[in-house]
T-cell receptor, first 113, second 111 residues
Framework: KAGVTQTPRYLIKTRGQQVTLSCSPISGHRSVSWYQQTPGQGLQFLFEYFSETQRNKGNFPGRFSGRQFSNSRSEMNVSTLELGDSALYLC????????????FGSGTRLTVV | SQQGEEDPQALSIQEGENATMNCSYKTSINNLQWYRQNSGRGLVHLILIRSNEREKHSGRLRVTLDTSKKSSSLLITASRAADTASYFCATDGGGADGLTFGKGTHLIIQP
């Protein structure tokens, strides 16, 4: 079956702009999580969605938001971009069976200039 | 926030040798997982060990877990050039907090 698909693969934005990233999970997976990866902070949890509900959010400012649709596809949005938001954003999905590993997408590389 | 700390940060070995990476964590866990990442791409799930398990095998991978010491190790036997990657341990508390990752071990397999 198809893996986790993230679009776009690369983005270059200017400070102050906003950006929307998309993630399509594995078919049948209702849980979608987002992570930010930077050289300095490593991999950090952004938020997790399950059946269109945000279950938890990591320690990120309100500029970071997301949502999940009825088909489990998810989007994350970052408003008023800052240079420090440059990172690889990874989306992951997993099935309902617990415990279970996550399947990650290839990520969106966001560069803020 | 980072919970785990991998040791070593970088490891370079010859092809065919065994590679061992260690991970320490701070809080109680439901399970611990290991992931591989090639050149800043997505992470690939390698193996999951539950908190009530002490050792688990999958192909050339062997994972141990010591909850009393809050540590885990990943052994890759008979390494291959294709094993060159960054390896991360990640703890799962069993709730909705997602995974908490360590900083990773960068493994280089010399041909």
């Amino acid at each position: 079956k198809a893996g986790v698909t993230q679009t776009p693969r690369y983005l270059i934005k200017t400070r102050g702009q906003q950006v929307t990233l998309s993630c399509s999970p594995i078919s049948g997976h209702r849980s979608v999580s987002w992570y930010q990866q930077t050289p300095g902070q490593g991999l950090q949890f952004l938020f997790e969605y399950f059946s269109e509900t945000q279950r938890n959010k990591g320690n990120f400012p309100g500029r970071f938001s997301g949502r999940q649709f009825s088909n489990s596809r998810s989007e994350m949005n970052v408003s008023t971009l800052e240079l420090g938001d440059s990172a690889l954003y990874l989306c992951a999905s997993r099935g309902d069976r617990r415990p279970g590993g996550y399947t990650f997408g290839s990520g969106t590389r966001l560069t803020v200039v | 926030s980072q919970q785990g700390e991998e040791d070593p940060q970088a490891l370079s070995i010859q092809e065919g040798e065994n590679a061992t990476m260690n991970c320490s964590y701070k809080t109680s866990i439901n399970n611990l997982q290991w992931y591989r990442q090639n050149s800043g791409r997505g992470l690939v799930h390698l193996i999951l060990i539950r908190s009530n398990e002490r050792e688990k095998h999958s192909g050339r991978l062997r994972v141990t877990l010591d909850t009393s010491k809050k540590s885990s190790s990943l052994l890759i036997t008979a390494s291959r050039a294709a094993d060159t990657a960054s390896y991360f341990c990640a703890t799962d508390g069993g709730g909705a907090d997602g995974l908490t990752f360590g900083k990773g071990t960068h493994l280089i397999i010399q041909p």
